[in-house]
């Protein structure tokens, strides 16, 4: 556990058409007094400007899935995000930054999320004060990784902010809005904890473990044979029970929910995820006692 969060990277545009996250840092690039606070120092990072100014999630590789220490260290890698993550992980590094806060976009109905990737003490509390001061704030908790390839492991503490449903390259001014007071909610948090006058938070929430994904149905040449089904449509976090339908073939043939528990799926009919074979995460809610 960090005993201390003094040094905070805000990073945007690790995928290039999720603008939501990019003008958010450019706005603080502007204006950097917004994200100071009193013993905590943010600096404000846009990550892929190629992907950016192209319009594009990225050029070569998904610059998200770059980060694995391996892959860091290997000279041979040496496309355009590869070795962009050599130098943001050079620059996380010099800087001593503790604390990542990645800004995402997603074409699914996620509202305002918080990942986190493992149960670190800090983090859940962290989360635990999100929720109680925006009940819409949902916590989507992913199995710890002990070499992640994501951005946010390069610091020892790390969190994505994923809002939707915004269509890629698009701004959404609402979640724009709501992105930002996201964040100096965040800020306010760490800098409370600094000064060892710690917010209060709720005895428990409720967040999402991921257990697994789901493809779309395919033929035998693997080509997608049918859709999200409008029944789940943009129903990210709501519960899918034994039985419910999930797909729905081009001819118009419904394809069942065959798990024997209910589940709540997330990240549906994400744009991005189509070229990695996920129709969506599958998880399970639980309720956390801090």
Not at 81 to 101: C, F, Y
Not at 189 to 197: H, N, P, R
Request: hydrophobic content about 40%; glycine content about 6%; some cysteine.
């Amino acid at each position: 556990m960090v005993a201390s969060v003094k040094r905070v990277a805000l990073i945007g545009g690790t995928h290039g058409g999720e603008l939501t996250g990019v003008f958010l840092v450019k706005k603080f690039q502007q204006f950097p007094q917004m994200i100071q606070r009193q013993g905590v120092e943010t600096i404000a990072l846009i990550a892929n400007e190629k992907a950016i100014a192209m319009g594009r999630r990225y050029i070569d590789t998904d610059l998200n899935r770059t980060f694995k220490r391996q892959d860091l260290e290997n000279p041979q890698l040496n496309n355009h995000e590869q070795l962009l993550a050599k130098k943001l992980a050079r620059q996380i590094e010099q800087e001593e930054i503790d604390l990542i806060i990645d800004l995402h976009s997603t074409t699914a109905n996620m509202g305002l999320t918080i990942i986190l990737c493992g149960r670190n003490p800090y983090l859940l509390r962290l989360a635990a004060y999100l929720t109680k001061i925006n009940p819409e704030v949902k916590i989507l908790l992913y199995t710890l990784q002990k070499n992640s390839s994501h951005l946010r492991s390069l610091a020892e503490l790390g969190i994505t902010i994923e809002v939707g449903a915004v269509a890629n390259g698009i701004l959404d001014a609402k979640l724009f809005q709501e992105t930002e007071k996201l964040i100096y909610s965040i800020l306010d948090y760490i800098q409370a904890e600094e000064k060892e006058k710690p917010l209060s938070v709720p005895p428990s929430f409720t967040y999402y473990s991921a257990i697994g994904t789901v493809d779309f149905p395919r033929d035998e040449q693997d080509k997608i044979k049918a859709m999200i089904h409008p029944q789940l449509q943009f129903k990210d976090y709501q519960p899918l029970h034994p039985g419910n339908p999930m797909f729905v073939t081009f001819d118009g043939k419904e394809i069942f929910y065959q798990g024997e528990e209910i589940v709540y799926p997330v990240f549906i009919n994400e744009a991005a995820y189509y070229e990695k074979g996920i129709a969506m995460y599958l998880t399970k809610a639980f309720s956390s006692e801090q």
